[in-house]
């Protein structure tokens, strides 16, 4: 049964990120993920200013990072979020984004290394065990314990894109979060995190396989596409070459749009999106069109999906949307 989250980027004010994370609430999606970038407002702040409004959605960062912040530090802040929401935490942590960290003046170094390292001291601590003197490459413990109890279990999501980050995440994680829109990315992604849940002897059933979209409804087609072309700009100025050369776009053209982008260029950066990048990199359309789309992610085997930025061109529409009209078909 496919499971429907929603993520919203704490750029807009709290109230209205709480207000629209209620209504996700009360329209029964499963999960709600607030991004964790230093420049919007504060992660846990949000997300706990959330638990206070809703009683059944689960909740937590999509995705934090192990460089920013020290593992101990995220294995409190999330066991205090489960602790305020009674029990509906959930952690996303991944590598990061290379160019906010380096902007920071934090080196992009060993990303596989440090997350898996980061995972396995949070995971430990978690489980209520003092880390001390680990040894690791990147997170050398000399000794870490939480003091106070909640409820325990904490899922931990792993946010992958790259081949040997899907397979860490497979073997890892209790989800993956996979930044892509299209069945290509998935029949690529799946084999990878499948490589990883058979290296752990584990089951394809114990990993909920997340598409992180850039999605957008709305009762017109060129509604909804128009909202998607601000984020497909930007996925496509940043995502690796292979994956560009797997949907047939021209390097070219991304390297035109990461120029515009570079230089404050919004709007021809937005201008020069092509429909084959939207149709890559978005899920777009009205809610039937949706339904046909999020059905054929479904076959090649993912199991939650995230309607990430924009949504659609009106949040609250398209959450309402979303749940009268597309949830109900699966």
């Not at 790259?162 to 998935?186: I, Y």
């Not at 054929?296 to 949307?321: C, F, H, W, Y």
Request: aromatic share 6%.
């Amino acid at each position: 049964m496919m499971r429907f989250g929603v993520e919203f980027v704490p750029e807009e004010p709290v109230e209205k990120i709480v207000n629209l994370a209620s209504l996700a609430d009360s329209l029964d999606f499963d999960n709600v993920w607030i991004t964790d970038h230093y420049n919007n407002r504060s992660v846990y702040i949000v997300l706990s200013k959330i638990a206070e409004k809703t009683s059944q959605i689960t909740l937590g960062p999509g995705v934090t990072n192990p460089y920013t912040v020290n593992p101990a530090e995220t294995a409190s802040t999330i066991a205090t979020l489960d602790n305020i929401s009674d029990g509906r935490a959930v952690l996303g942590i991944g590598p990061g984004d290379k160019t906010t960290l380096n902007s920071l003046g934090i080196e992009w170094d060993k990303p596989l290394t440090r997350t898996k390292e980061a995972i396995e001291v949070i995971e430990r601590l978690l489980a209520g065990e003092e880390v001390q003197c680990e040894q690791m490459d990147k997170h050398d413990m000399k000794r870490a314990k939480l003091n106070f109890e909640f409820k325990g279990d904490i899922p931990i999501y792993i946010g992958a894109q790259g081949p040997n980050m899907l397979k860490m995440a497979g073997e890892n994680g209790d989800g993956v979060l996979v930044n892509a829109s299209h069945p290509k990315d998935f029949h690529f992604a799946i084999d990878r995190i499948e490589e990883g849940i058979e290296e752990a002897n584990r089951s394809i059933e114990d990993v909920d396989i997340t598409a992180y979209t850039s999605f957008s409804v709305a009762e017109e087609t060129e509604k909804a596409k128009k909202a998607v072309l601000p984020p497909v700009a930007f996925i496509v100025a940043s995502v690796n070459e292979k994956i560009l050369e797997r949907h047939g776009i021209s390097f070219e053209k991304a390297e035109e749009i990461q120029k515009h982008l570079d230089g404050g260029d919004y709007g021809e950066a937005f201008a020069s999106v092509t429909d084959d990048m939207v149709d890559a990199f978005a899920l777009y359309g009205t809610p039937e069109e949706c339904v046909r789309k999020i059905k054929e992610l479904e076959d090649s085997g993912v199991t939650q999906l995230v309607s990430g930025s924009p949504i659609g061109p009106n949040k609250e529409e398209a959450i309402r949307m979303i749940s009268e009209e597309i949830i109900p078909s699966f």
